[in-house]
C-alpha cells in the first residue's frame, strides 16, 4: 500500500494543473517543500519574523494568482523566490530599515544616566528561532557563499539592512541561495551587468561589517561540551548577581544592547555600570537555554513577586569570539506585565518566548 501511495502522489505538473483549476491545496502542496526556506528568505530581506511572515502570505496569494501564467520555462523554486523576493522589496518601501541599537546611531550609553525611551517605530532586527531553520536538503546551488546557518546570524543579518534593497536582493539570491546572475536579473526584472555591479559593491560592504570568524565557526572550534560551559556559566553569574564573573567572561570590547531600547554599552566599565544600576540590582534571575540565529542564547526570567513566580523578562543572544561574549543582543519581552509604567505599552510583539519553545513563566527554580 505505501508502495502504491508513494507511487500516486502527484508530481509538480500535475500539482500545477491542478492549482491552475482552482485547487487550493495543490498551491499549498507545491509550495510546502520550500516554505520554509523562503520564509528564512525574507527574514533576511526585512531583519523581521513578523515581516516574513506577512511577506510570506503575500507569496503566496502572489503564486496562487500567477499560476495559470507560469509556463514552467523556469524551475518552480526560481519562480517562487522571484515572488518572494518581490514581495519583500515591495515591504522595504513602506518601512523603515531595521537595525540592532549599536548600528542605530551614537556612540556608548552612560549607564548613569536615565533609561532612554523605546522608539515609537519598530526599527529594530528580531530574533529568528532555530527551530524555525530548514535542514540542509541539498537544493542549495554549489555557488552559494553562506552556508544557511551563517546566513541567519545576527551580524549578517544586520549588515544586510545597511544595503539597499535590490543590493541585498542579489547579495542573497547569489551567495546564499547560489543562484545565477542571469536568474537574479530575471527576478530583479535588470540586466546581468547591473546584477554584478551591485554585487561587487554589496560584497563590499558586507565584508566590511562582519567579523573575520563566522559564528558557526567559532561554535565549531569551541566544540559542543565547552559551549555548554559557557552558557551554563552565564546563566548562574546572572542568578548569583555576580558581576565579576560576568565581566570574566566579555571581552575587552564587548558590547550589550537591549532592543527595543536604544541604549547600548560598550567595554567593561559601561556594562559593569549598566548591570549593578539596573538588571543585578533590582531583579532576580532564571533562566532557560535555547538558540536564535544559529547562536547560543538564552531566555531570562525576573522574579514577580504579585505571581510568586519569575515572568518572561528578555532573551539573551550571545555572540562568542572564542570562549569570550563579544555582544549581547537582549531582546526584551515587552508583553510582560510591570513595563506598561516604562513606556513599553506601544511595542507588543507577542509571542516571543513562546516562538522559541520557552514558557511565559516559571514556577519555581530551573
Same mark, same amino acid.
Given at each position: 500500500?505505501?508502495?502504491?501511495?508513494?507511487?500516486?502522489?502527484? $508530481?509538480?505538473?500535475?500539482?500545477?494543473?491542478?492549482?491552475?483549476?482552482?485547487?487550493?491545496?495543490?498551491?499549498?502542496?507545491?509550495?510546502?517543500?520550500?516554505?520554509?526556506?523562503?520564509?528564512?528568505?525574507?527574514?533576511? !530581506?526585512?531583519?523581521?519574523?513578523?515581516?516574513?511572515?506577512?511577506?510570506?502570505?503575500?507569496?503566496?496569494?502572489?503564486?496562487?494568482?500567477?499560476?495559470?501564467?507560469? #509556463?514552467?520555462?523556469?524551475?518552480?523554486?526560481? %519562480?517562487?523566490?522571484? @515572488?518572494?523576493? $518581490?514581495?519583500?522589496?515591495?515591504? *522595504?518601501?513602506?518601512?523603515?530599515?531595521? =537595525?540592532? +541599537? @549599536?548600528?542605530?546611531?551614537?556612540?556608548?550609553?552612560? +549607564?548613569?544616566?536615565?533609561?532612554?525611551?523605546?522608539?515609537?517605530?519598530?526599527? %529594530?532586527?528580531?530574533?529568528?528561532? #532555530?527551530? !524555525?531553520?530548514?535542514?540542509?536538503?541539498?537544493?542549495?546551488?554549489?555557488?552559494?557563499?553562506?552556508?544557511?546557518?551563517?546566513?541567519?546570524?545576527?551580524?549578517?543579518?544586520?549588515?544586510?539592512?545597511?544595503?539597499?534593497?535590490?543590493?541585498?536582493?542579489?547579495? @542573497?539570491? &547569489?551567495?546564499?541561495?547560489? /543562484? &545565477?546572475?542571469?536568474? *537574479?536579473?530575471?527576478?530583479?526584472?535588470?540586466?546581468?551587468?547591473?546584477?554584478?555591479?551591485?554585487?561587487?559593491?554589496?560584497?563590499?560592504?558586507?565584508?566590511?561589517?562582519?567579523?573575520?570568524?563566522?559564528?558557526?565557526?567559532?561554535?565549531?572550534?569551541?566544540?559542543?561540551?565547552?559551549?555548554?560551559? =559557557?552558557?551554563?556559566?552565564?546563566?548562574?553569574? /546572572?542568578?548569583?548577581?555576580?558581576?565579576?564573573?560576568?565581566?570574566?567572561?566579555?571581552?575587552?570590547?564587548?558590547?550589550?544592547?537591549?532592543?527595543?531600547?536604544?541604549?547600548?554599552?560598550?567595554?567593561?566599565?559601561?556594562?559593569?555600570?549598566?548591570?549593578?544600576?539596573?538588571?543585578?540590582?533590582?531583579?532576580?534571575?532564571?533562566?532557560?537555554?535555547?538558540?536564535?540565529?544559529?547562536?547560543?542564547?538564552?531566555?531570562?526570567?525576573?522574579?514577580?513577586?504579585?505571581?510568586?513566580? /519569575?515572568?518572561?523578562?528578555?532573551?539573551?543572544?550571545?555572540?562568542?569570539?572564542?570562549?569570550? @561574549? &563579544?555582544?549581547?543582543?537582549? /531582546?526584551? #519581552?515587552?508583553?510582560?506585565?510591570?513595563?506598561?509604567?516604562?513606556?513599553?505599552?506601544?511595542?507588543?510583539?507577542?509571542?516571543?518566548?513562546?516562538?522559541?519553545?520557552?514558557?511565559?513563566?516559571?514556577?519555581?527554580?530551573?
Amino acid at each position: 500500500m505505501a508502495r502504491q501511495s508513494a507511487s500516486a502522489a502527484p $508530481n509538480d505538473t500535475e500539482l500545477i494543473a491542478a492549482a491552475r483549476g482552482g485547487d487550493e491545496e495543490s498551491v499549498v502542496r507545491l509550495v510546502r517543500p520550500h516554505r520554509a526556506r523562503l520564509h528564512a528568505h525574507c527574514y533576511r !530581506m526585512l531583519g523581521s519574523v513578523h515581516d516574513a511572515d506577512d511577506a510570506m502570505q503575500e507569496t503566496l496569494l502572489r503564486a496562487w494568482r500567477g499560476l495559470p501564467g507560469f #509556463d514552467g520555462r523556469s524551475a518552480l523554486r526560481s %519562480w517562487l523566490y522571484r @515572488i518572494a523576493t $518581490n514581495a519583500c522589496l515591495n515591504a *522595504i518601501k513602506k518601512r523603515p530599515k531595521r =537595525v540592532l +541599537p @549599536i548600528d542605530y546611531g551614537g556612540s556608548s550609553t552612560d +549607564p548613569h544616566d536615565a533609561a532612554a525611551q523605546p522608539l515609537v517605530e519598530s526599527v %529594530w532586527i528580531e530574533p529568528y528561532p #532555530d527551530e !524555525m531553520l530548514a535542514s540542509d536538503d541539498g537544493t542549495t546551488a554549489p555557488a552559494a557563499r553562506y552556508e544557511q546557518r551563517e546566513s541567519m546570524e545576527l551580524a549578517f543579518v544586520a549588515a544586510l539592512q545597511h544595503l539597499p534593497a535590490n543590493q541585498r536582493a542579489a547579495l @542573497i539570491l &547569489s551567495e546564499v541561495l547560489g /543562484f &545565477s546572475a542571469r536568474e *537574479i536579473a530575471d527576478s530583479l526584472e535588470t540586466t546581468t551587468a547591473s546584477v554584478n555591479s551591485a554585487l561587487q559593491r554589496a560584497r563590499k560592504l558586507v565584508d566590511e561589517r562582519l567579523p573575520d570568524e563566522s559564528q558557526q565557526a567559532t561554535l565549531r572550534s569551541l566544540g559542543d561540551e565547552e559551549l555548554n560551559a =559557557v552558557v551554563e556559566r552565564y546563566m548562574q553569574a /546572572f542568578e548569583q548577581a555576580d558581576v565579576d564573573a560576568l565581566v570574566a567572561m566579555l571581552s575587552d570590547d564587548a558590547s550589550w544592547s537591549m532592543p527595543p531600547q536604544p541604549a547600548w554599552f560598550r567595554g567593561h566599565e559601561a556594562i559593569v555600570g549598566f548591570l549593578v544600576e539596573n538588571p543585578l540590582r533590582y531583579f532576580r534571575w532564571r533562566h532557560l537555554p535555547t538558540w536564535a540565529n544559529g547562536q547560543p542564547a538564552v531566555g531570562c526570567y525576573s522574579w514577580d513577586e504579585s505571581r510568586g513566580r /519569575f515572568v518572561a523578562h528578555s532573551l539573551d543572544v550571545l555572540t562568542l569570539r572564542g570562549p569570550r @561574549i &563579544s555582544e549581547v543582543v537582549s /531582546f526584551l #519581552d515587552v508583553t510582560r506585565r510591570g513595563l506598561e509604567d516604562q513606556g513599553f505599552t506601544s511595542f507588543v510583539q507577542g509571542g516571543l518566548f513562546r516562538s522559541f519553545g520557552q514558557p511565559d513563566e516559571l514556577r519555581s527554580e530551573r
